[in-house]
């Protein structure tokens, strides 16, 4: 499986940005977007099952949504109240079987 990851930029902190995943093929898979900022280990942000549970990680619970829409194979972070610390390289995922599947990443950058 292919995937492609857009949506990063600049934003002021406080401001919002949504953040999209699409995987090629028909096959659903649970998802997820982790995050890796300079210098700091890749941590989970939020997953989402195949029939819309979702999971995420205390720093961002609240602010962030994770959804997705199973028609077009697509998965979406709606993050708001964006703050410095957000400033990431945002990476989507998922794991089939043993082996673990990444988008290119995408940069959000939190800043004044």
């Known amino acids: 499986v292919q995937l492609q990851a857009s949506g990063g930029g600049l934003v002021q902190p406080g401001g919002s940005l949504r953040l999209s995943c699409a995987a090629s093929?028909?096959?659903?898979?649970?998802m997820a977007w982790y995050r890796q900022a300079p210098g700091k280990q890749r941590e989970l942000v939020a997953s989402i099952t195949t029939g819309g549970g979702t999971n995420y990680a205390g720093s961002t619970k609240g602010r962030f949504n994770i959804s997705r829409d199973n028609a077009k194979n697509a998965v979406y972070l709606q993050m708001n109240n964006l703050k410095p610390e957000d400033t990431a390289v945002y990476y989507c995922n998922t794991n089939i079987g043993i082996k673990a599947y990444w988008g290119q990443g995408t940069l959000v950058t939190v800043s004044s």
């Open positions: 093929g028909s096959r659903r898979y649970a």
